[in-house]
């Protein structure tokens, strides 16, 4: 089944060798936005290409944020957005890293979810908190982020795409559940530290794919904490005739830890794939 993911995605690539845009010129700089959530100001970081618009557009989800734990050891959050946004600007898409409250930029609006489902008593409340938290809060916080992209007057407001990675991977395939008109959807280590241990969560995304209509690229490194969400949702939606694409990518670094950061520490080893995939199914007249 893997296999014949990538296969197709691998044609897919070539047919769009020739036709893919070229990189633009490397788009560093950022910008700080506020994303109004009715009594929430979230922080986020967008980067805009050269030239006057109107740009296809990119909303990033990220993952559930970072324990005290983790902040002390890997250190703030922010840089991550730092790495994605200069690339996909130099590829002609605006991208917002938006903040969710407790994370980043948005850490003096909440507790993030990761300290929230710590603090759960047991895996059940745990589960049953992130489902929670992926349906209500963090979906209200996203949704706020798309609104404010879609308005901006330097975006084509029907050329917009969502990105996910982790738990926010989970977070963009219900949005895209509930938002039918995105164009496409890409997922980064879908629920690679959940997907064992929630049969809840897994019942959720397998109903969710039964309703998307967007194309999914679903993108794992070979050494993510677990690979059975992308393989299991990708036959799922295959099975249904829907436009769905999986890549196991080989290992990164040294750890399922490494693996599931692919979308930060494999830039040069998706690049290719992922702008592929987009200018495919954006940039493109209704």
Sequence with gaps: MIKQSMLVLAALTLSLATSTASPRQDTGSSENVTVQNGSVRLQALLWRPRGPGLFPAILFNHGSGRTPEDLKRLGPYEPQAYILGPVFARHGYEFLYLFRRGVGLSAD???????LMDAARGQAARNALQLQLLDTREMSDALAGLA???ARPEIDASDVAVIGHSFGGSLTLLMAQREPD???VVVFSLAGYSWDRSPELRSRLLAAAADIKSPVFFIHAANDYSIASGETIDTRM???GKASFLKIY???GRTPEDGHEIPYLGVSTWETDVFSFLDRYMRQAR
């Excluded at 609006?109 to 300290?115: F, L, M, P, R």
């Design 182 to 184: 995105l164009r496409a």
């Design 148 to 150: 404010l992209l879609r």
């Design 238 to 240: 295959r099975s249904l």
């Design 109 to 115: 609006q909440g507790t993030n979810a990761v300290d």
């Design 250 to 252: 080989p290992p990164i």
